[in-house]
């Protein structure tokens, strides 16, 4: 078996790299995960990078290349702007995020693991890069509230005093003595440990879960606390303002009624043609979900 440098770096960019110290879901993360060129940019190249020593402290890291020179791109997470990432002269470009910003980092107020990461041209709307994330986050977590006489890891943090987010099941969470929250992430974090209202907004996609199954779904912009966000499964991120809203992407621009096969059944959703294809969906001549044109088991396409 070929273990040479290049065999390893082209494992990485192939796929993705997953680590977490088992028996805790608030060990340490790290996932290193390949960005796939769309048909707008075959020659994109990128990866995205999360770290997380705990769960509710860490960075994540955009990088691309080969895209188009002296261009914005909007960074969509699960349907929301969360940032922006600005190529050089060269198309090269990073956009960086912490749960402690400073410098040029924005910050870390949505959980991107499981979710859809998509690098999108701010001019034309094209998705020039995207991936889903790989989760390693339990569906049984729930972000517990631990102070530092609920739980020793405070002090072994340097976190002396302070309440911190753990992603724990509810009766790890309740035999610890901390309290239970209605998020199930600690990003946001929801035990009350919030920069300044002024300068962060929330982000809500129209279905109240941060997910949606159209391309293009109205996302609503709150003044919330970031325990609040958290409460409502939304994404903080750093405005202002909610005039114009900064939650908004580009819209894509053009979308299909696609007929998504889903345990047998088909679902209808308004997709890009990519993301249809992508989906193994089947594009629809109808211009709209309701009445739904796919039908239990059909494809809603022309034969």
């Not at 912490?98 to 001019?123: C, H, N, Q, Y």
């Not at 569906?139 to 992603?167: F, R, V």
């Not at 239970?180 to 440990?193: I, K, M, R």
Request: negative net charge; charged residues 25%; glycine residues 12%.
């Amino acid at each position: 078996m070929l273990m040479d440098g290049r065999w390893i770096v082209a494992a990485a960019l192939a796929g993705s790299i997953v680590s977490a110290l088992p028996g805790d879901a608030s060990a340490r993360t790290r996932i290193v995960q390949a960005l796939s060129p769309t048909a707008h940019a075959p020659g994109a190249r990128g990866t995205a990078k999360l770290v997380m020593p705990s769960g509710s402290k860490g960075r994540f890291s955009i990088k691309a290349r080969h895209l188009a020179g002296d261009t914005s791109f909007d960074v969509v997470v699960n349907k929301v702007k969360v940032g922006t990432l600005a190529t050089g002269p060269g198309g090269s470009g990073i956009a960086r995020f912490s749960t402690s910003p400073r410098g040029r980092s924005a910050m870390l107020g949505f959980d991107p693991r499981g979710a859809e990461i998509e690098v999108r041209d701010a001019d034309s709307g094209d998705d020039d890069l995207d991936t889903d994330m790989p989760d390693d986050h339990p569906d049984s977590a729930i972000g517990c509230c631990l102070g530092e006489n609920d739980d020793d890891q405070g002090d072994e943090e340097g976190d002396h005093g302070e309440t911190e987010c753990h992603e724990l099941t509810a009766a790890e969470c309740g035999a610890k003595g901390g309290t239970a929250t209605t998020a199930t992430s600690c990003l946001p974090n929801p035990c009350g440990q919030n920069p300044p209202p002024s300068t962060t907004v929330c982000c809500l996609a129209h279905d109240g879960e941060g997910e949606s199954d159209d391309d293009d779904p109205e996302v609503e912009c709150e003044h919330l606390s970031s325990s609040d966000c958290a409460a409502g499964n939304g994404t903080t991120v750093q405005a202002t303002s909610c005039d114009p809203n900064p939650c908004l992407p580009v819209p894509p621009p053009q979308l299909v009624i696609c007929c998504v096969p889903d345990d047998g059944e088909s679902e209808c959703e308004r997709l890009t043609p990519d993301h249809c294809t992508a989906a193994k969906g089947t594009a629809s001549t109808a211009t709209s979900c309701d009445p739904d044109p796919c039908g239990t088991g059909g494809d809603g396409g022309d034969d």
